[in-house]
């Protein structure tokens, strides 16, 4: 019988780890008499009773497996310990906040079963109950980025999918420390299959990311999965170099036919600020990659597991 691995990130989740579980184990039982399940929680540093809770469902049910994390190390660092100590033969990942509706599993497995896919991947069509600026945002997030980066990021892809084992070692090769797994998904390749649903709303308890934590890591997305910023900072410097001649010639031309009146002062003032605007959003950039090359020659470890459950239960 296949094995089916569930991966599921928690930081600060108490309330609503119960709810999941209890949805999951209805799912498991629908398909007890062909697939056998997982579960591995992952808790990521959390603050609140979260470890406790699992702790408790671990002592329960064999099926249930946890890591937790020495601190926060965010979500991305948590998929790729769940990928690592999963077992199965197809893998998913999941919210625990139920915004991920589980009843699709079932879809997905038929999908990569029987129609041959090696991973089954989800998008929201709608973005209702979320902040209108946020989904502003995330709409000139993607548009930006799919313009620059050979690597299709899908708009409003959702990290909940199913995937073969093959292609998650394929996603446990990429080793980097500056993780951004909806550009990793779909630089490994394989055939998706995608599935689109309406967006629902968190069962219980806030979500974690902040306006600034998004804008932070789309950045990233954009950093990991693009160079063109160093392109356009190139171009832009070239053009200025071009203006800044021509204006030198046509300054020079003036000055021979019309004599050298007090002039430009303003003109100066507006070619200066603009100039040391132009030069420190360059060296921005150029930081910005040098930052994440910084980063990752110091090779530090993705995550640090406090404790975790052991190995050789039976499943
Ligand atoms: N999460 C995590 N570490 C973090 C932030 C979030 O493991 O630093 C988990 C969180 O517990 C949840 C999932 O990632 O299971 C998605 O987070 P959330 O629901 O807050 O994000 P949203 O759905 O609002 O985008
Ligand atoms: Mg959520």
Same mark, same amino acid.
């Given at each position: 019988m296949k094995l089916l691995s569930l991966v599921v990130p928690c930081y600060n989740e108490q309330? #609503?780890? /119960?709810?999941?579980y209890n949805e999951i184990i209805k799912i498991a039982h629908k398909m007890e008499s062909y697939l056998n399940f997982e579960i591995i929680f992952v808790d990521d540093g959390s603050s609140d009773n979260t470890l406790n809770v699992i702790k408790d469902l671990n002592s329960k049910d064999s099926r249930v497996k946890y890591i937790s994390f020495s601190k926060n190390f965010g979500k991305e660092s948590a998929m790729y310990a769940g990928f690592s100590k999963s077992k199965g033969d197809l893998i998913s990942i999941m919210d625990v906040d139920l915004q991920d509706p589980p009843e699709l599993l079932l879809d997905m497995y038929e999908s990569i079963t029987k129609l041959g896919y090696d991973c089954v991947?989800?998008?929201? @069509? !709608?973005?209702? =109950?979320? /902040?209108?600026?946020?989904?502003?945002?995330?709409k000139c997030f993607y548009s930006i980025i799919n313009k620059i980066s050979n690597t299709e990021i899908v708009d409003g892809a959702? &990290? +909940?999918?199913?995937?073969?084992?093959?292609? @998650? &070692?394929? $996603?446990?090769?990429l080793k980097e420390y500056n993780?951004?797994?909806? =550009?990793?998904?779909?630089? #490994? =390749? +394989?055939? !998706?299959?995608?599935?689109?649903?309406?967006? #629902?709303?968190?069962?219980?308890?806030?979500t974690k990311w902040s306006f600034w934590k998004l804008l932070i890591y789309s950045l990233e997305g954009i950093v990991a999965f693009s160079t063109v910023p160093l392109a356009i900072a190139s171009i832009v410097g070239i053009i200025l170099c071009i203006l800044s001649l021509i204006f030198a010639v046509v300054t020079a031309c003036k000055t021979l036919i019309f004599g050298n009146p007090v002039a430009g002062y303003s003109s100066l003032i507006c070619a200066i600020v603009f100039i040391g605007g132009i030069q420190?959003?360059? #060296?921005? $950039?150029l930081g910005e990659y040098l930052a994440k090359t910084y980063l990752e020659t110091k090779n530090r470890p993705i995550y640090i597991a406090k404790e975790e459950s052991l190995d050789n239960e039976t499943i």
């Open positions: 309330d #609503v780890i /119960p709810l999941f991947a989800t998008k929201r @069509v !709608t973005r209702e =109950g979320e /902040p209108p600026i946020r989904s502003f945002f995330a959702r &990290d +909940y999918r199913m995937m073969t084992r093959q292609m @998650v &070692d394929s $996603i446990l090769s993780r951004f797994s909806k =550009g990793i998904f779909s630089w #490994v =390749g +394989y055939k !998706t299959k995608w599935i689109s649903y309406n967006n #629902v709303q968190r069962a219980a308890g806030t420190l959003f360059c #060296v921005g $950039i």
